[in-house]
């Protein structure tokens, strides 16, 4: 059974680059597509973006001048990089794992960002 | 403002039949398939209908999903107090090169 787990901190500074890993077990990071989701507070899904390790990755077009993710397939992670984040990126972030056809058949639990001083 | 349009709440009784509506466009709906999600406070979403209608192994068939040209439906059939949850459709859209999702619908069990 996959399995994904994020890590990182849960509070950031804004002007300051949020950081997560989604660590993989239980199947190789080396197919399927990676992603990244958040959630803000009392608000719905979003998508920030996804990667396959063959494939450039592909960013939320309202995100993309902020984010990378990249794989590192020695570790079976990958990450997500969010530079000058604001209070509005303040969200459970999720990582998740998709076949190309579903987008997201597993996830990880979630882990709350707080962006503030 | 979500890419897809879902209604932000529905409520039904306990037995009763409730269709959750997602509408998009041709360059999502149009021309992809529809995909559900359960979302629980607290917990990962869940993957409830893929491929406009197919249901994954363990999801009871309570749950169907359907699709006509640039909207999709999903319904719950027998209604019960555990589907009370945020539901989101999910699709690629061919112009964002990406997948976008309905803002979320909250079904509430009355």
């Known amino acids: 059974q996959v399995q994904l787990q994020e890590s990182g901190p849960g509070l950031v500074k804004p002007s300051e680059t949020l950081s997560l890993t989604c660590t993989v077990s239980?199947?190789?990071?080396?197919?399927?597509?990676w992603s990244w989701i958040r959630q803000p507070p009392g608000k719905g899904l979003e998508s920030i973006g996804y990667i396959h390790f063959r494939l450039n990755a592909n960013y939320n077009p309202s995100l993309k001048s902020r984010v990378t993710i990249s794989v590192d397939t020695s570790k079976n992670q990958f990450s997500l990089r969010l530079s000058s984040v604001t209070a509005a990126d303040t969200a459970v972030y999720y990582c998740a794992r998709g076949d190309g056809y579903i987008p997201f058949d597993f996830w990880g639990q979630g882990t709350l960002v707080t962006v503030s001083s | 403002q979500s890419v897809l349009t879902q209604p932000p709440s529905a409520s039904g009784t306990p037995g009763q039949r409730v269709a959750i509506s997602c509408s998009g466009r041709s360059s999502n709906i149009g021309s992809n398939t529809v995909n559900w999600y359960q979302h629980l406070p607290g917990t990962a979403p869940k993957l409830l209908i893929y491929?406009?209608?197919q249901r994954p192994s363990g999801v009871p068939d309570r749950f169907s999903g359907s699709k006509s040209g640039t909207s999709a439906s999903l319904a719950i059939s027998g209604l019960r107090s555990e589907d009370e949850a945020d539901y989101y459709c999910?699709?690629?859209?061919?112009?964002?090169?990406?997948?976008?999702f309905g803002g979320g619908t909250k079904l509430t069990v009355l």
């Open positions: 999910v699709v690629w859209d061919d112009s964002l090169n990406g997948w976008v």
């Open positions: 239980g199947g190789s990071i080396s197919t399927y597509y």
């Open positions: 491929s406009n209608n």
